[in-house]
């Protein structure tokens, strides 16, 4: 087979026509397709919805005895903090149980240090000039929206399958006190599925930052989230950190989002002893306490971390084929042309596709003309800027199989349409 770089320009028109037919037939179908933000469907939702149906008056006293229903415990009830201590191997003295979101934490957290500084830092950062951030990228966007949002210069660091470029964090974090951190997800990251290799975390933890008041926003959002049995480890980032004595430098988050119900789960933060002390009376400003009864009705219902992990396994069931009907579809129809590679993530909830060089919009637009929304091409990179106009995000969870089939031939179609056309304007 010939790539599409081989083809002779006759060859090349040819194919061109054949894929314009196929694309006009798949476009005749009106279709309404949507690939594009990771979320769970119904039917894992559901696994989850016994949850709900445990009799309230059991979940009233914490085990201290604290009736959940009204005001007090700022930081949690114990139990869920051992919860996720067991779970994530923190320890449950440095875990907050702040609400439903951890996007939201991270936010809140972003503006109280903007106004009112973090540990150690001798002013809020928003009085200290202008602010930079450390972006891997491809990452979330969500992420960058922040950073974005409170006018932080935001510096792309490539990533590798071994985590963020450490040679570059290193020379950026260490050098210009006005870099203020970085966005990290740790393990099954968005939308790579990579995790950070061991030598990735230990250099994390080796940062000697030049701003006395940098931060690590490890965001652990998919922690446990194997597609497969086999369980990927990522090293304990404040274990290391101990060793080096930088554990200050880390703002650890996660929630049951993409466990039990995004939106309605629990999220948390944990953090080093002295960032908590300096964070405590900041958050009892804010609220007088979050979702207890959430917290007891988590805590009751999986009872111990192998319970969660139990249903991890059930939901990977489900997920499984959807990753493996995308990640099939992508081999059959585009392995051999040179167009294209992808991702084969063992856990979390994407695939990061690459696609010829600039030709990622133009990916983007063929689909959404024939009825497949996907995530904007550049969304994965500071400003939505993706300077190679390359990389798209697959969010293969929502869709049913049948519907991901549809839709990855679709892609394969627009994708080798976008390249077919590059290589015949450069012929020209
Ligand atoms: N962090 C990452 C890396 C995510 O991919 C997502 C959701 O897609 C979130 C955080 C959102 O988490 P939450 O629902 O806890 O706000």
């Known amino acids: 087979m010939k790539t599409y770089q081989e083809l002779t320009k006759k060859e090349r028109k040819e194919e061109m026509e054949r894929l314009q037919a196929l694309y006009d037939a798949e476009r005749a179908k009106g279709l309404h397709l949507d690939m594009t933000r990771g979320k769970p469907d119904a039917t894992q939702l559901n696994l989850s919805m016994d949850m709900l149906l445990q009799n309230p008056y059991d979940l009233i ?220 009376p900041i958050l009892a400003t804010q609220t007088i306490g979050y979702d207890k009864i959430n917290q007891m009705r988590h805590v009751k219902y999986f009872k111990t971390a192998d319970g969660i992990r139990k249903h991890m396994k059930s939901l990977a069931g489900m997920l499984r084929p959807k990753f493996e009907m995308v990640e099939d579809t992508l081999d059959r129809h585009l392995s051999g042309y040179d167009v294209a590679r992808w991702t084969n993530p063992k856990g979390g909830y994407f695939i990061s596709l690459y696609v010829e060089r600039g030709c990622a919009r133009r990916v983007y637009q063929l689909a959404r003309s024939v009825g497949v929304a996907l995530t904007p091409a550049g969304a994965t990179y500071p400003y939505g800027r993706d300077p190679d106009d390359s990389n798209i995000r697959i969010a293969p969870t929502f869709p049913e199989v049948a519907e991901l089939k549809t839709i990855s031939k679709i892609l394969c179609n627009c994708i080798k349409i976008a390249a077919a056309e590059k290589y015949l304007k450069n012929f020209n």
């Open 61 to 280: 006293y914490s085990r201290k005895g604290t009736d959940v229903r009204n005001y007090g415990e700022l930081a949690g009830v114990d139990e869920a903090k051992e919860l996720f201590a067991d779970l994530l191997g923190l320890k449950m003295e440095n875990i907050i149980m702040g609400g439903q979101s951890s996007l939201a934490l991270m936010y809140d957290m972003m503006i109280k240090a903007i106004v009112l500084g973090v540990y150690k830092g001798s002013k809020p950062w928003g009085q200290q000039g202008p602010l930079k951030f450390l972006c891997p990228a491809p990452g979330y966007d969500r992420h960058f929206r922040i950073t974005q949002e409170f006018g932080m210069e935001m510096i792309t660091i490539p990533m590798t399958p071994h985590g963020p470029d450490m040679a570059l964090v290193k020379q950026y974090a260490e050098s210009d006190p006005a870099v203020k951190g970085i966005w990290c997800v740790p393990k099954y990251s968005n939308p790579q599925g990579y995790t950070y290799s061991p030598e990735t975390v230990e250099a994390f933890a080796a940062l000697k930052p030049a701003a006395d008041d940098f931060r690590i926003f490890w965001d652990n959002a998919y922690s446990v989230h194997e597609l497969y049995d086999e369980e990927v480890r990522l090293a304990d980032i404040f274990e290391l950190a101990k060793k080096y004595g930088t554990e200050d430098n880390i703002f650890y988050f996660a929630s049951t989002s993409k466990i039990t119900f995004p939106g309605s789960g629990l999220a948390i933060m944990a953090a080093s002893e002295r960032n908590l002390d300096q964070i405590r």
